[in-house]
């Protein structure tokens, strides 16, 4: 499985971006796929999940209202679209993909997931 996060940038304060994350070498159809962000000396974080099957998604409280997260199976990719950013939201994000429950089980710890992109810069300056 190869993940490729796209969309990242420098914007301003109260700006949108749309992160992508385009997938090869296998389906989603049995996969959670989530949204993490790494600020420099800082844990990796959760931002948002969603089930590849049903749609459903799940968000961290820093971002519910302010994000969403979905999908387009046509083109095996997930989409993080961010408004109203914060120069808190700085970070690297990266999507990865939990095989682990064949999507029965929404998992929001990161080691959970199997595969990771290589990561995209998000820097919002106030």
């Known amino acids: 499985v190869q993940l490729v996060e796209s969309g990242g940038g420098l914007v301003q304060a109260g700006d949108s971006l749309r992160l992508s994350c385009a997938a090869s070498g296998r389906t989603f159809n049995n996969a959670v796929i989530g949204w993490f962000r790494q600020a420099p000396g800082k844990e990796r974080e959760f931002v948002a999940i969603?089930?590849?099957?049903?749609?459903?998604?799940y968000y961290a409280d820093s971002v519910k209202g302010r994000f969403t997260i979905s999908r387009d199976s046509a083109k095996n990719t997930v989409y993080l679209q961010m408004n109203s950013l914060k120069p808190e939201d700085t970070s690297v994000y990266y999507c990865?993909?939990?095989?682990?429950?064949?999507?029965?089980?929404?998992?929001?710890?990161?080691?959970?997931?199997?595969?990771w992109g290589q990561g995209t810069q998000v820097t919002v300056s106030s």
């Open positions: 990865a993909a939990d095989f682990g429950t064949a999507g029965l089980v929404m998992r929001s710890d990161w080691r959970a997931f199997d595969y």
């Open positions: 969603i089930r590849w099957s049903a749609g459903d998604t």
